[in-house]
């Protein structure tokens, strides 16, 4: 068990480029998570994968922003046209359990730090 | 609908006194609650959860938590605080017959003073 990666740990891009973030969940872990967090918050969900199945985005998801599980493996997020806006930290979270039972605990990556200048 | 509180933003104590951080929570069933810590530009780690049980949760580093049904709290203890403690806090609630992604807290600043 290595624990969640992702990469790259930090980018900066300017106004109106795309960017891609990868996350790499733990091995046996069929659910994977994407948050965002800004200053001074805690995260914010974005979206949700159980294997290959993206089951739920959350309104905060704009059509600008994009995000594939094709194996059900590891996991991109991509970001349109990138907007001053969108700096934030976006973390990685993945678990495997009953999430009926609460034996569901998602645990974190190290987050990708997004600056847009 | 789901939603957690932490009424502070910062929590201040010295090494070696015991800490509290506070954390209510409003579900519409039962819920899970969990605690998170965040240390400088790095993602949060788990520290302990409370499924059912015993309202007396332990977790990782010597922390534990208590689950208050009446006063819908789970507030975060340690016996006795060590500088390398100092970090961000954030505690999640999920409702045990709704949705599986938990709401997380605006989190509390813990600073430690030697």
């Known amino acids: 068990d290595t624990g969640v990666s992702q990469d790259p740990r930090h980018k900066i891009t300017k106004r109106g480029q795309n960017v891609t973030f990868r996350c790499d969940p733990i091995?046996?872990?069929?659910?994977l998570y994407w948050y965002r967090q800004t200053l001074g918050q805690g995260p914010e969900f974005l979206t949700y994968f159980q294997n290959e199945a993206q089951l739920e985005k959350s309104r905060l998801l704009s059509d600008r922003f994009s995000a594939e599980r094709p194996k059900g493996s590891f996991s991109t997020l991509e970001i349109q046209r990138t907007e001053q806006g969108d700096s934030a930290m976006y973390l990685c979270a993945s678990s495997s359990g009953q999430w009926r039972e609460g034996t569901d605990t998602q645990y974190f990556g190290p987050g990708t730090r997004l600056t847009v200048l | 609908a789901q939603s957690v509180a932490q009424p502070e933003d910062q929590v201040n104590v010295a090494e070696g006194n015991p800490l509290t951080v506070k954390c209510t929570y409003s579900v519409s069933g039962n819920p899970y609650l969990f605690w998170y810590v965040q240390y400088p530009n790095r993602g949060l780690q788990f520290l302990l959860k409370y499924i059912t049980g015993d309202n007396l949760v332990k977790g990782s580093y010597g922390f534990e938590a208590e689950f208050n049904k009446s006063q819908t709290s789970f507030h975060l203890k340690k016996p006795s605080a060590l500088v390398s403690d100092s970090a961000l806090y954030f505690c999640a609630v999920r409702d045990k017959g709704g949705s599986y992604i938990p709401t997380f807290g605006r989190g509390t600043s813990l600073i430690v003073h030697p």
């Open positions: 091995s046996e872990h069929n659910r």
